[in-house]
């Protein structure tokens, strides 16, 4: 399965996310599931740096490369542990220490 312009659906917000978690930002649009000249553009990005012919469309190559199963087109739950306490879920970071929540105060 490819994805190209024009194309809608959870499979594109996989990949919108997964384009996202790689640093490739979608600023207009975000993840909203649509495949349009935003998407196709991070896409380029994506293929470029990755070595891989820039055509816009997510073929199969670039969606194993992104760690996007291709079956459920989802992200593929790899756990990799990091020594500084970052766990890594497909195309998603978890940062498990440092984070701190502060509570609102209002008065």
Same mark, same amino acid.
């Given at each position: 399965?490819?994805?190209? =312009? +024009? #194309?809608? @659906? /959870?499979?594109?917000?996989?990949?919108?996310?997964? &384009?996202?978690?790689?640093?490739? /930002?979608?600023? #207009?649009?975000?993840?909203? +599931?649509?495949?349009?000249? %935003?998407? %196709?553009?991070?896409? &380029? !990005?994506?293929?470029?740096?990755?070595?891989? /012919?820039?055509? +816009?469309?997510?073929? !199969?190559?670039?969606?194993?490369?992104?760690?996007?199963?291709?079956?459920?087109?989802? /992200?593929? !739950?790899?756990?990799?542990? #990091?020594? @500084?306490?970052?766990? &890594?879920? +497909?195309?998603?970071?978890?940062? @498990?220490?440092?984070?701190?929540? =502060? =509570?609102?105060?209002? %008065?």
């Amino acid at each position: 399965m490819s994805l190209r =312009k +024009g #194309n809608k @659906g /959870p499979q594109v917000m996989h990949l919108q996310s997964a &384009l996202r978690a790689m640093g490739i /930002p979608l600023p #207009n649009y975000g993840v909203d +599931g649509i495949f349009g000249p %935003e998407t %196709e553009s991070a896409v &380029l !990005q994506a293929q470029q740096s990755l070595g891989l /012919p820039p055509t +816009g469309v997510a073929d !199969q190559t670039l969606i194993r490369r992104l760690g996007i199963d291709k079956k459920t087109m989802q /992200p593929q !739950q790899q756990k990799i542990s #990091n020594p @500084g306490g970052v766990w &890594l879920l +497909g195309a998603v970071a978890i940062v @498990g220490i440092g984070i701190a929540i =502060k =509570k609102a105060t209002t %008065e």
